[in-house]
C-alpha cells in the first residue's frame, strides 16, 4: 500500500508539473511593440493574444508543444517549448514580410474566416471604402443614385436595401442609420477614405452576443489604421472627367505616440448623359497613444460632404423604344447632399494579464437631401412624381465592456468572457418626405416630424475551450424607446413606445485536427423598425425575431490553402416597414432562407494568390402560395473571385470578377432582373518610392444592370401606367491612370 501511495504522488506530481503558463512579449524588428499578435499551441490548439504592450500569457503549456506567432505583414514564428522556456519571459521578434496566407492559422474562433479574408483586403486593394464590402463572401452591392447615396446591399437572400439587415461599424462606431429619411438601416460609408483602412471583421447571421440592431443577414466591422508608415500623395485621373487626390501625412511621431490626417477629394461625371457633377470631400485626423505598458488611446476626427446629379431609374421601355439610351434619363434632376462629422475615442485599459477594459464613445453630426422621381408622371401628370427626403441627426453613444481570462488549471482548458453596456441616442429633426418640383416648388409634404430613439443595451459572451471542443453560448438585452413629434397635426402629436428584446447565442467549435474544424452556430437577431412606423402600430411587432443556424467546415491542408463551406437557415417573423419613398407602411410576412456558402483560398507561390467564393440561397415567403412566394430581388446564386500578384520586377496587380445570376424582381417571377458577370483589372509598377497605377472598370465592355427594381410608372403623354424593370446602367469600360509617392 504504501508503495501504492509513493506511485500515485509520482503521477500527481508528474500532472501538477506537465503544464506551465509560457510568458512574454512580441516586437516588430525595430522594438516597437506589437498587438493583437496571435499566439497559438498548435499541439493544444490553445490560443490568446498580445495586448497593448506586446505582452501575452498562454495556459497550460508543456514541455514539446509547438507554438505559432502571426500577424499579417509578418513573417510567421514558430517555437518548440523545452524546460528552460518556462522558468522567465521570453522575447520574440516578428521580421516584416509580404502578405501570405501561410500567415494566417486557424484558431478555434467564431468568425475565424475573418483573418483569411483579411488576406484579400491586403493582397488587392480597394477603390472606394463602399467597395470593401464585396470582401465579405457572397456580399453584393449596386449604385443607383449619382455615386453620393449609400449603395444597395445584397447578402444571404437578403435585399438588404442600404443596410436594413447588416450591421455595419467603423472602430466601434454605428454606420446605420435608425428611422432614416430614406430607409431603415441607412448606411453611407462615403465618409470613410479607402486608403485608411487596416483591416474586416465580418459574421454571417445572427450569432454574436456584442451585435445588436440590424445584425440578421450579418455584421461588418472595419478597423482603421492607428498609424501610417509613410506619408502618402496620390493622383487620380480617368475617364468621364474622373479625378481623385488623396493626401496622408504624418502629423506627429514619437515613442509612444502618433497623429496623421487624411484627406480625399473626388470629381466625376460618371458615363451619363446629364453629367453627374459628382463631388465629394473627406478630411480625417487620427491620434494614437500607447504607453506600451497598459493602456491604449485613439481619437478620431472626421467630416465629409457630398453633392450630386442623379439620371436616376430608367424604364425598360423607354430604352426600347429609343425614347433615351441606357446612359439617358426621364428626370435627370435627381440627386442630393449630404454630410457627415465624427468624433471617436477608443481606449483600452489592461487591468492585468489576464483582464483589460475597452471603452468607445462617439458623437455624429449628420445632414441629408434627397431628390428623386421613380414613378415619373403616374401620380401627377403636370408636375411629375419627384419627391425630396430630407434630415439632420446627431448621434451620440457609448459602450464599456470588461473582459477577463480565467485560468482553470486543467491542461488543453481555456475560459473567457466578455461582458459590456452601452447606448445609442439618435436625434433627428425635421425628417420629412415631400413632393417637389425641379427640386425648387415645394408641392406638398407626405410626412413631416421630429425623431427621438434610445437603444440601450448589456450582453455577455462565454468562450470556454475544452481539448477540441469550444462552447461559446451568449446573451444580449436590449431597451429601445421609440418617440415621434408628427409636425403635420395641427395640434400637439407626440407618441412614444419602448419595448425589450432579449437574444440568446450558442456557438459550438469543434477542431478535429489543427488544419480543420467544425462549426455550429445558432442564435436570435432582430432589426428595429422606423419609429414613424413603432408609434403608429402601438409597439406591436416591432421588434421581429431573426431566429438562425449555420453548419459549416473551415479546412486548411496546407499552409497555402484554405477551404470554407457552410450550409444556412434564416426565418424572419412578421414586421412592418416603412417606405421612405412612399410614406406608408408595408406587412412584409413570414420569410425563410436557406443556402450553402463555399470559398477557396490559395496562396499559389509567394507572389500569386487566389480566392473565390461561391453562394446560393432558397429565399420565399411561407405564408404565400407557391409561385407568389418569391422575395423581390433576393439573389439566389451569386459568385466572386479574384487573382493578384506582387514583387514581379515591381509590378503588381490583380483580375477578379463578380457574378449574380438572374433573380425575381416580383412575387411571381413574372418580372426577372438579369444577372451579369463583370471583370475588372488592375496594374501597378514601383520604382523606388513612386508607384504608377492601371484601374480597368468593367475589362470587356459588358452591358449590365447594377441595380433593378419591378416599378409601376408612367411616361409623360402615356395613356396609362406599366409595371416593368426600372434600371441603372452598370459602369461601361472604365479607365483610370494613378500616380502615388511615398515620402
Known sequence: MKNLITLVLIILGGVTSYAHDLYGTVTNENQTALEGVGVYNKTTGGYTYTNVSGYFELDDVSVGDVIYFYSLG?????????????????????????????????????????????????????????????????????????????????????????????????????????????????????????????????????????????????????????????????????????????????????????????????????????????????????????????????????????????????????????????????????????????????????????????????????????????????????????????????????????????????????????????????????????????????????????????????????????????????????????????????????????KFFVGPKLNLIYAATPDLQFFSKSGIGFHSNDSRVVTAQSGEEILPLAIGSDLGSIYKPTDRLVINAAFWYLFLQQEFVYVGDAGIVEPSGKTERFGVDFGLRYQLTDWLYANGDINYTHARSTEDPDGENYIPLAPDLTSSAGLSFSNINNFSGGINYRFVSDRPANEDNSIVAEGYFVTDLNLNYSIKNWTLGLIIENLFDTEWNETQFATESRLFNEPQSFEEIHFTPGTPFYLRGKVSVNF
Not at 107 to 117: I, L, P, Q
Not at 222 to 235: A, C, F, P, T, V
Not at 422 to 436: A, C, K, M, W
Open 74 to 498: 509578418f513573417k510567421n514564428h514558430q517555437l518548440t517549448i523545452t524546460e528552460d522556456l518556462l522558468d522567465g519571459t521570453i522575447q520574440i521578434t516578428l521580421e516584416d514580410s509580404v502578405v501570405s496566407l501561410e500567415q494566417v492559422v486557424l484558431v478555434s474562433k467564431v468568425n475565424a474566416m475573418s483573418n483569411f479574408v483579411n488576406v484579400d483586403v491586403k493582397a488587392s486593394p480597394v477603390k472606394s471604402s463602399q467597395e470593401i464590402l464585396r470582401k465579405v463572401p457572397g456580399l453584393i452591392i449596386g449604385q443607383h443614385a449619382g455615386g453620393g447615396k449609400a449603395e444597395q446591399i445584397f447578402l444571404r437572400g437578403f435585399d438588404v436595401d442600404h443596410g436594413t439587415d447588416v450591421a455595419i461599424n467603423v472602430d466601434g462606431m454605428p454606420v446605420n442609420m435608425v428611422s432614416h429619411a430614406h430607409g431603415q438601416g441607412y448606411s453611407d460609408m462615403h465618409f470613410i477614405i479607402p486608403e485608411t483602412i487596416d483591416n474586416l471583421d465580418f459574421g454571417k447571421g445572427p450569432y454574436y452576443a456584442h451585435k445588436g440592431n440590424f445584425n440578421t443577414a450579418g455584421y461588418i466591422d472595419l478597423k482603421l489604421k492607428k498609424k501610417i508608415e509613410d506619408n502618402q500623395i496620390s493622383l487620380e485621373a480617368g475617364q468621364f472627367n474622373t479625378l481623385r487626390s488623396l493626401g496622408m501625412f504624418k502629423i506627429t511621431e514619437s515613442d509612444y505616440s502618433n497623429a496623421y490626417v487624411a484627406s480625399e477629394l473626388v470629381l466625376t461625371d460618371g458615363a451619363f448623359e446629364s453629367p453627374q457633377n459628382f463631388n465629394r470631400i473627406n478630411i480625417m485626423g487620427r491620434y494614437n497613444f500607447n504607453n506600451r505598458k497598459d493602456q491604449d488611446l485613439s481619437i478620431t476626427l472626421s467630416h465629409f460632404q457630398s453633392k450630386w446629379d442623379a439620371s436616376g431609374q430608367i424604364p425598360q421601355r423607354a430604352v426600347d423604344q429609343g425614347l433615351i439610351s441606357r446612359f439617358g434619363a426621364i428626370d435627370d434632376t435627381e440627386g442630393g447632399n449630404t454630410s457627415r462629422s465624427n468624433f471617436l475615442v477608443n481606449h483600452t485599459k489592461q487591468l492585468d494579464e489576464h483582464s483589460r477594459v475597452k471603452s468607445k464613445a462617439f458623437i455624429s453630426k449628420y445632414d441629408f437631401e434627397l431628390f428623386s422621381n421613380f414613378t415619373f408622371f403616374l401620380e401627377d401628370p403636370v408636375n411629375a412624381d419627384q419627391i425630396r427626403q430630407q434630415e439632420d441627426r446627431t448621434i451620440i453613444g457609448a459602450e464599456t465592456s470588461y473582459e477577463h481570462s480565467i485560468h482553470v488549471g486543467d491542461h488543453d482548458s481555456q475560459l473567457k468572457y466578455e461582458s459590456g453596456l452601452g447606448f445609442r441616442y439618435d436625434d433627428v429633426n425635421d425628417v420629412q418626405l415631400s413632393r417637389t418640383m425641379n427640386r425648387k416648388t415645394l408641392l406638398e409634404r407626405l410626412a413631416y416630424g421630429n425623431v427621438d430613439e434610445l437603444n440601450a443595451y448589456g450582453f455577455i459572451d462565454v468562450t470556454y475551450k475544452k481539448n477540441k471542443w469550444t462552447i461559446n453560448p451568449g446573451l444580449r438585452l436590449d431597451y429601445f424607446k421609440f418617440d415621434y413629434e408628427n409636425l403635420l397635426s395641427e395640434s400637439y402629436d407626440n407618441k412614444s413606445e419602448d
